[in-house]
């Protein structure tokens, strides 16, 4: 279960532009009112707690078929997932002949040894986890890649490096080209998880997506309560559904993956990734247009 968070400690803001789309359909003041209710709704997750997708539909239950609910910290496509791009957009991997399921089961291994104990998650109809090869190839999209490459620029600021940027891409060339992901689907991860899968894997409501906003958060041991959004606007109130992504969830995936005698370099280039991947992403899902809320102390 979640324990309390004091929601004053928390604020919520929204970027001016969208990250996609060009506000014709969702004016700055409704994301901005989402914003408000999104900021109620944080709430502590457990310390051992699973992690999940981004995903804004309802939780209702687990694959092996228990309606077992529990917040989760969220990333694109999970923490398995999600460590597996950044592994694949750092060069996590060098030259290791090894397939696309091999790599997402050394990943998952890396993650629960560490002293981050990241406990594997994801959800059932995932396209994040089951597109993998087509939203990775984005990065390699010359038209695609444009776009990513000013969402880096957007989101880092003066963070920003360019030759990190240019070889994040050089790996997502080689990835693409490499075609270990052409043929991946959902069944790569319960099957990399065994027994694991059925307590690591939500289903999800089976609605369509229809979130308008997507919810950065920086406030470590928190996420955003998306049942708690659902319920509040089927109890007369203004919540929407909106994706989640935890940026401190997703800062320890990427620094139990940035190791070594270049660590400090490789978490710079996974910081790189983070910007490039929620970009990549946000381009797949079909939703027409996404406001950010960047939520912090």
């Known amino acids: 279960m979640a324990t309390d968070f ?15 789309g060009a506000g014709d359909v969702v004016s700055l003041e409704a ?19 699973r992690g999940t997708c981004r995903d804004e539909r309802e939780r209702e239950g687990l694959a092996s078929g228990e309606e077992t609910v529990e917040v989760r910290p969220s990333v694109d ?7 597996l791009a950044v592994a694949e957009l750092t060069g996590y991997f060098g030259d290791a002949p090894s397939s696309g399921e091999e790599r997402l089961a050394e990943v998952t291994q890396v993650l629960e040894d560490s002293d981050e104990e990241i406990l594997s998650g994801g959800h059932q109809d995932c396209a994040a986890n089951g597109k993998l090869g ?24 003066d963070e920003y490096d360019s030759e990190l940027a240019h070889e994040l891409f050089g790996h997502a060339d080689a990835t693409n080209q490499s075609g270990r992901y052409a043929n991946w689907d959902e069944t790569v991860l319960p099957r990399v998880l065994g027994d694991e899968a059925g307590q690591a894997i939500e289903r999800l409501a089976p609605i369509k997506h229809d979130a308008k906003t997507l919810a950065r958060n920086h406030i470590e041991g928190t996420t955003v309560h998306q049942n708690g959004l659902h319920e509040d606007g089927q ?21 139990v993956l940035s190791t ?38």
């Open 6 to 20: 004091d929601p004053m400690m928390a604020t919520a803001v929204v970027t001016e532009v969208p990250v996609k």
């Open 31 to 49: 994301a901005e009112r989402q914003a408000v209710r999104i900021r109620a709704h944080v709430v502590r997750v457990p310390k051992r707690a």
């Open 77 to 83: 496509g999970g923490p398995n997932l999600y460590g």
């Open 134 to 157: 087509v939203w990775l190839g984005r990065l390699s999209d010359p038209s695609a890649k444009e776009k990513i490459n000013d969402a880096m620029r957007n989101e880092l600021g």
């Open 235 to 255: 109890n007369g109130g203004d919540g929407e559904r909106s994706f989640v992504f935890d940026d401190w969830y997703a800062a320890k995936i990427e620094g």
């Open 260 to 297: 070594g005698p270049e660590a400090g370099r490789m978490l710079k280039l996974a910081r790189h990734a983070r910007a490039a991947i929620v970009a990549a992403v946000n381009m797949a899902v079909p939703n027409p247009e996404l406001y950010e809320v960047i939520i912090k102390n």
